[in-house]
């Protein structure tokens, strides 16, 4: 499986991005789906997640109210909807794939990892 991350620029703080994962290979409904970010000189960290089985949808406390999951197994992909951007969502941010994710917020449980899009929030 390989995940091509797209979407990401510079947004005025307020404003909205919707971010892209394109998966190819094969069975991409078998995958979990999660997005992470990092943010310079900090640990990678848990965004949202959206499970294969019945599209459970899981984020973290920071974009709760504010990003959107969804993917779309017919066309292998998996999307980030960020609303009400602020500066301190700024980051590198990654979309993973994994088979049998149960701890949802460990990087570890992802076998796959795209190569990250740039978000930029300007004050």
């Known amino acids: 499986v390989q995940l091509q991350a797209s979407g990401g620029g510079l947004v005025q703080a307020g404003g909205s991005l919707r971010l892209s994962c394109a998966s190819s290979g094969r069975a991409f409904g078998r995958y979990s789906m999660g997005w992470f970010r990092q943010a310079p000189g900090k640990d990678r960290e848990f965004v949202a997640h959206i499970r294969a089985s019945d599209m459970g949808t899981y984020y973290a406390d920071s974009v709760t109210g504010r990003a959107t999951i969804s993917r779309d197994d017919f066309k292998n992909t998996v999307s980030l909807h960020l609303i009400s951007l602020k500066p301190e969502d700024t980051a590198l941010y990654y979309c993973?794939?994994?088979?049998?994710?149960?701890?949802?917020?460990?990087?570890?449980?992802?076998?796959?990892w795209g190569q990250g899009t740039q978000v930029t929030v300007s004050s």
């Open positions: 993973a794939a994994g088979e049998r994710v149960v701890l949802i917020r460990h990087r570890s449980e992802y076998d796959f």
